[in-house]
């Protein structure tokens, strides 16, 4: 058998990849998520407000729960800041909270927080941005965007196993 120096060196450099790849990291760290929201520019003439709010609770939810069985983190029950988050929803997006979802994680013993948005340009084209938010100082320490194609179940579910695999995989701790 005789030594293969470039496949040596591709396996050797896939080391760290692996390493991070191990599903279940647990960071023992508190993690509020929030509603998602949505930008619909589409100008469609059909009122889909209700799907996408059941979409988005649903995604919101999955992502939640997909890390929470995975370890990664313990998720919040959300029940102790329910009215103060009512409150905030009444008057303003939580995007444009000015770091409201900062106070709330704190309110509820979080670590971090977790917001997502979904922009819609049409019917095919929608992308899904998730970030993640120190509750302590404030400060972003996550965010991924994800372009996606269907305004639909299966499509927001995709995007939500998407986000729930990279998080799991390379938490923030």
Do not use: W
């Not at 770091?99 to 929608?126: F, P, Q, Y």
């Amino acid at each position: 058998m005789t030594f293969d120096r470039r496949r040596f060196l591709s396996a050797a450099a896939l080391i760290p990849f692996a390493a991070r790849a191990e599903p279940g990291l647990k960071t023992g760290k508190k993690l509020l998520v929030l509603d998602f929201e949505i930008i619909d520019t589409s100008s469609e003439p059909v009122d889909q407000r209700a799907d996408h709010a059941r979409r988005l609770s649903q995604a919101r939810d999955a992502i939640a729960s997909g890390l929470a069985a995975a370890g990664t983190y313990e998720i919040v029950d959300r029940a102790a800041i329910q009215g103060d988050l009512d409150q905030v929803l009444k008057q303003t997006y939580i995007r444009t909270c000015n770091g409201c979802e900062t106070t709330l994680a704190r309110k509820a013993g979080a670590d971090l927080v977790l917001t997502g948005v979904v922009n819609k340009v049409s019917t095919l084209i929608l992308s899904m941005g998730v970030s993640m938010t120190r509750a302590s100082s404030g400060q972003l320490v996550y965010h991924q965007g994800f372009d996606f194609r269907g305004d639909n179940d299966q499509s927001y579910a995709r995007a939500a196993k998407f986000f729930t695999e990279r998080i799991a995989r390379e938490p923030v701790s």
